[in-house]
């Protein structure tokens, strides 16, 4: 270590929410603000024809699996994938009020009661073996689609959680392909985002990883984080609403520009870290214009990619006029047969679980040579009312 300047903190730093304020080291990923995001060094881009086995160990391990490797790992993940029939009934019991991230961050909760095994290590792997069969139940129960059946261990990692998923008539090929990629490309943000920062300072006061995650996900629950792609497909349905299907792009930037006008929110564009489209929805896109350009949904957050940035650059104060995954994903899964836009911030925390996991044992085992870090304790300046 040394002692070099990263960051000279002033006053207008500040109740910024951290913004660029350097505070420890993620070896998952990085946000590049061009770019977007690489998992290990290498570009999502490069990751999408993958597995969610493949991805996921080179997330957890750092390295690239060999075939062997990739093949006991695979069968790690299966064999550690049930949960026990009481965590499926407790989570059956639960009040199906609210919204369904409430039940989810409460099946964390329940599988660490019953399950954990107090090491962060085997409860990393653990968790992200379980989480599709606890999302699963949390979804079939929540939304009234009967009986979440046990994973088949004939299954690949999404197959087998798109298998579990009781979506009523649903083309399941089309299905597993939109939720696998949305999987992938939700796995981990960088360490700052809301949700791992806010779980490795909860796991920094040595609570298990099960009840550091929940925390995470009460944060991802917020419509700043994990919800934005929830309110971004109800937005997409808004200009539907107001200009119809068959709308042009003209008549998107003028729906852009009054809604500006009215001092109204845009949504799915800009982001804290990103100056450029981000990636993800980059892929999105793609996989929209391939497949899906008649669904309506789809149709409209392909006009608001093009009109949106056009309006949104001509104000010199907005950093990044550009679209973020939330503007695409709700779309896409609703055109892949998934049009539940209340379950999208739970699929959200499915996949997230994988990176947070992986960040909290790096700071619990292996950070500062293995002696981990210490507990979060930021220093606020008192300042009397
Ligand atoms: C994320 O994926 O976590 C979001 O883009 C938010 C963030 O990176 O801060």
Known sequence: ???????????DNLETGLRGVPVGFC????????????????????????????????????????????????QQLKSRGHCSQAVIRHIESLPRQGHPMKLFTEALLILGMLESQEDYQEDCLNLIAKIPHVAAAVINYHAGWGDTPAPNSNLGYMANFTEMLRVPE?????????????NLLHYDHGGGNLSAFVSKAVASGLEDIY????????????????????????????????????????????????????????????????????ARATILYELCHKKFTDHPLAK??????????????????ISNPYPNVDAISGATLSAAGF????????????SRIVGISTQIVYERCFARSGKGTPIVRPKYIYKPA
């Open 211 to 278: 009840g550091a995650v929940a925390a995470g996900m009460c944060a991802l629950e917020g419509p700043r984080h994990g919800k934005a792609n929830q309110d971004c497909l109800e937005f997409v349905k808004e200009v539907i609403d107001d200009l119809g299907e068959d709308a042009s792009v003209d008549d998107v930037e003028g729906f852009i520009r009054k809604r500006l006008e009215n001092g109204e929110l845009i949504f799915g564009f800009g982001h804290a870290v990103l100056r450029a489209e981000d």
């Open 170 to 182: 649903a083309d399941k090929t089309a299905l597993q392909e939109a939720l696998t990629l949305f």
């Open 300 to 317: 409209m957050a392909l006009l608001l990619r093009e009109a949106g940035p056009k309006v949104l650059k001509e104000n010199p104060k």
């Open 1 to 11: 270590m040394t002692d070099k300047v990263l960051f000279e903190v002033t006053e």
């Open 27 to 74: 070896t998952t990923s990085f946000v590049d603000p061009q770019k977007g995001l690489f998992y290990r060094g290498k570009a999502v881009s490069e990751l999408t024809n993958h597995s969610p086995e493949e991805v996921i160990y080179l997330l957890l391990y750092g390295k690239v699996a060999s075939e062997q490797e990739l093949q006991e790992f695979s």
């Open 339 to 350: 049009p539940y836009p209340e379950y999208y911030t739970v699929l959200f925390g499915l």
